[in-house]
């Protein structure tokens, strides 16, 4: 089991940054390739960006690619997630994950964290 709890979301104005953090506790946590992902239409929850085991590779939605960074410390349980130039479009619960890749880029995940709200005004 891996337990994940999301921080620092809120509400920040169009053309801001925020940083999500992610903090997993259970099994070895460098064991998973960890995620990002959230809701979108059509959708229970969309891709956002996802990193390897080690953090060597990263993977990107196209509509983040660009604006967001993941980035993870194995050393302290963490993950975390950059945005910047955020749009009203990226208004949604952010949930953090843990599982392989391949499954992480589908949208699904083992383990999950509770959620995080982030809130673009225009």
Not at 3 to 21: F, H, P
Not at 81 to 93: G, R
């Amino acid at each position: 089991q891996v337990q994940l709890v999301e921080s620092g979301g809120g509400l920040v104005q169009a053309g801001g940054s925020l940083r999500l953090s992610c903090s997993a506790s259970g099994r070895t946590f460098s064991s998973y390739g960890m995620g990002w992902v959230r809701p979108a239409p059509g959708k229970e929850r969309e891709f956002v960006a996802a990193t390897s085991l080690r953090g060597a590779r990263t993977y990107y939605a196209d509509s983040v690619k660009g604006r967001f960074t993941i980035s993870r410390d194995n050393a302290n349980n963490k993950m975390y997630l950059q945005m910047n130039s955020l749009t009203p479009e990226d208004t949604a619960v952010y949930y953090c994950a843990a599982d392989e890749i391949l499954r992480l880029r589908a949208g699904v995940s083992s383990y999950w964290g509770q959620g995080t709200q982030v809130t673009v005004s225009p």
